[in-house]
């Protein structure tokens, strides 16, 4: 279908596709970069939690912090956050909580704009290209005289090109832009969860009678 298709002359008879291909390796960029950083963050909000809830029992809540600081999750952040102002008010304590959820999305959200911007506007500079292409097509029929239909497929097929180029760099950058938000809602939600059971366990031993202020 395209073994005779003169693909380096489309693309330097044609800005657009300069564009698109500047658009491609950005997107493409910008796509492992997330995910090498989210591999990162990925963690063990599990078994970091465990550790951090038998640390709180053991009454040494600056152990749990360290446990909470030392993983890569965002439950780290949150829960240690979160610990450190437990003896504030609760009103106090669920603003410090949102305000560390808030911050983590902030970090995961970086540079997931670019994909879902690309993702809409990459099929939009292809169709620029597309119509920049037919055009010059018409132009150039209408110096040389000639309209046949091996001429008039050839530059239509010409000018076509940008629009499946746009294709190729959109389809991939919206599905990585989900694949990457569905990722954070999942990071935060965990984050959240674990770090209120968390508030749960400090303020149960906190307010457990001890063994040593119980009456012989």
Known sequence: ???????????????????????????????MERVI??????????????????AVRGGNREEAVRILNATSHPLGPVASEMLRSADLPPEAVE???????????????????????MGNTAP???????VWGIMRAFHDMARTGSAGPSVVA?????????????LLVAVPAVMLYNHFVRRMGNLLTVAENHARTLRIETNTFRNAPHH???AA
């Open 95 to 117: 603003e410090k909580l949102q305000i560390a959820l808030s911050e983590q999305r902030m970090e995961l959200e970086r540079n997931l704009g670019f994909l879902g911007t």
């Open 124 to 130: 939009l500079i292809g169709l620029l290209g597309t």
């Open 154 to 166: 050839a530059g239509v097929a010409e000018a076509l090109f940008t629009t499946a180029a746009g």
């Open 212 to 214: 040593g202020s119980r």
């Open 37 to 54: 950083y989210y591999t990162k963050r990925r963690g063990n909000p599990d078994g970091v939690l465990a550790s951090a809830i038998i």
């Open 1 to 31: 279908m395209f073994e005779n298709f003169d693909w380096i002359g489309a693309m330097r008879s044609s800005p657009v596709m300069i564009i698109i291909l500047f658009c491609s390796v950005m997107t493409l960029g910008f796509a």
